[in-house]
């Protein structure tokens, strides 16, 4: 079936915020006494803020109230939020600005689907807060990646049916909430991180739309 609309994930994908995260995460992991590393930190790609903090303090988060949870996920967002600051539109991932470029030359709907509540704040400090034809980030879906939500919630604000959506993804849990929504996925990075996905690129700078288009 033809596809009519291109849906990116935004951290990983168009811009690589995953090294703020880390930073945010280790701030709050250090403030708390918990352990937290680079490697650590790879198991939060593309999960959702909450998540992330489950996954970072283990079996020690219930030690901690619903009220504690929400102000230690405050806190670490403050401290990325910071870092966003330093952003500006020389920080797109290689290609990516191209491949934007070239889904809309090709006249195909541009959507974000992202797992991220700061989409809008990194959209505008890239300088393309008005680019896209819809933007699903944190705050419209409930059920995080791997849920399909965020995607099919993309797919009704660019009015393109799921069957003719493609996904652009890095995160193995994004991979897997496209071929839930039944949509074609496109994974960027390594085959056992992305390895499910219908096309898969080590780099958004490599990725083949005319490849994807032909099928
Ligand atoms: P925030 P994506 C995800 O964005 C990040 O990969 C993940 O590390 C982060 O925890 C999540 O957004 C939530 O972000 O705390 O800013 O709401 O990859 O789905 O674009
Ligand atoms: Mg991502």
């Given at each position: 079936m033809t596809i009519k609309a291109i849906i990116l994930d935004l951290d990983g994908v168009i811009t690589d915020t995953a090294e703020y995260h880390y930073r945010g995460w280790k701030h709050l992991a250090d403030d708390e006494g918990v352990p937290f590393d680079r490697e650590a930190n790879d198991a939060l790609r593309g999960v959702s803020r909450r998540a992330s903090l489950e996954l970072l303090m283990g079996e020690a988060i219930a030690r901690y109230s619903e009220e504690?949870?929400?102000?230690l996920m405050a806190r670490k967002n403050a401290y990325y939020v910071a870092m966003l600051d330093s952003i500006t539109p020389a920080d797109f991932l290689p290609g990516a600005w191209e491949l934007l470029q070239e889904i809309k030359a090709r006249g195909l709907k541009?959507?974000?689907?992202s797992a991220s509540r700061n989409t809008m704040t990194v959209l505008t400090r890239l300088g393309i807060p008005d680019f896209f034809d819809g933007i699903s980030d944190g705050y419209g879906v409930v059920r995080a990646k791997p849920a399909p939500d965020v995607f099919?919630?993309?797919a009704g604000l660019v009015g393109?049916?799921?069957a003719q959506c493609a996904v652009i993804e890095d995160a193995e849990s994004g991979v897997e909430g496209a071929l839930v929504a039944g949509m074609v996925a496109i994974g960027i990075g390594p085959e056992e991180r992305v390895g499910k996905a219908h096309f898969r690129y080590d780099t958004t700078a490599q990725v083949n739309l005319e490849e994807i288009l032909r099928e």
């Open positions: 504690q949870i929400q102000e541009v959507a974000i689907g099919v919630y993309a393109v049916p799921v």
